[in-house]
């Protein structure tokens, strides 16, 4: 069956644009994380959603960064007035739950200039 | 402060050999310990899950241990093989019930032919 997939794949940006990210959770999973991964760092939590509960937003970095998920589905991250240190891969997983397996999507690679 | 510290960044050997990664863990009460697979480009792919009351998990050609004395989990592959060179993660779960895992930085394992 169909994993979790990320679009898009690269972007590059100007510094000071806005971004969005999109992630297709597999389906059926209600729970759904969003990580940061820069070179030679680890993983970094950002936010996570279950079901309809409101999310844990505590790894979010600043204000810039928000993220929502529409119909307990597809969730979009945005960044707002991006820097050139939020370049990394943004990861997206899901699982049937929070102490489950998390299936990750291939990650979006950003660039900012 | 907290750490998670994957013993060595990289990992050289031979085929037919053992490998053995290391990770220790530094103020996290861990719930249970994980450790996922990631290839370039790639995210990254669940292997193993071992709880805290639980010594030693096997699958396959990988064994995991879990010692929480020394607050360290020892990830085994035996008869390695030049198709499992890759990065390998640890990540923990805190028995305080955070929603996300804690990820360390990843050692990245070369198998030589």
């Known amino acids: 069956g169909a994993g979790v997939s990320q679009s898009p794949s690269n972007k590059v940006t100007e510094k000071g644009k806005d971004v969005e990210l999109r992630c297709d959770p597999i389906?059926?999973?209600?729970?759904l994380y969003w990580y940061r991964q820069s070179l030679g760092q680890g993983l970094e939590f950002l936010i996570y959603?279950?079901?309809?509960?409101?999310?844990?937003k505590s790894g979010l970095p600043s204000d810039r960064f928000s993220a929502e998920r529409t119909g307990g589905s597809v969730s979009t991250l945005t960044i707002q007035r991006t820097q050139q240190e939020d370049s990394a891969v943004y990861l997206c997983a899901s699982s049937l739950g929070k102490n489950n397996e998390q299936f990750f999507g291939p990650g979006t690679r950003l660039t900012v200039l | 402060s907290q750490k998670i510290e994957q013993n060595s960044e990289a990992l050289n050997i031979q085929e037919g050999k053992t490998a053995t990664l290391t990770c220790n863990y530094t103020n996290y009460s861990p719930a249970y310990l994980q450790w996922y697979r990631q290839d370039p480009g790639r995210g990254p792919v669940f292997l193993l899950l071992i709880r805290e009351n639980e010594k030693e998990k096997r699958k396959e050609r990988l064994k995991v241990t879990f010692d929480t004395t020394l607050k360290q989990s020892l990830f085994h592959i035996t008869a390695s093989q030049p198709a499992d060179s890759a990065t390998y993660l640890c990540?923990?779960?805190?028995?305080?019930?955070?929603?996300?895992?804690?990820f360390g930085t990843g050692t990245r394992l070369t198998v030589i032919p």
């Open positions: 990540a923990l779960r805190e028995a305080t019930g955070a929603n996300n895992l804690f």
């Open positions: 389906s059926g999973h209600t729970a």
């Open positions: 959603f279950q079901g309809n509960s409101a999310p844990d």
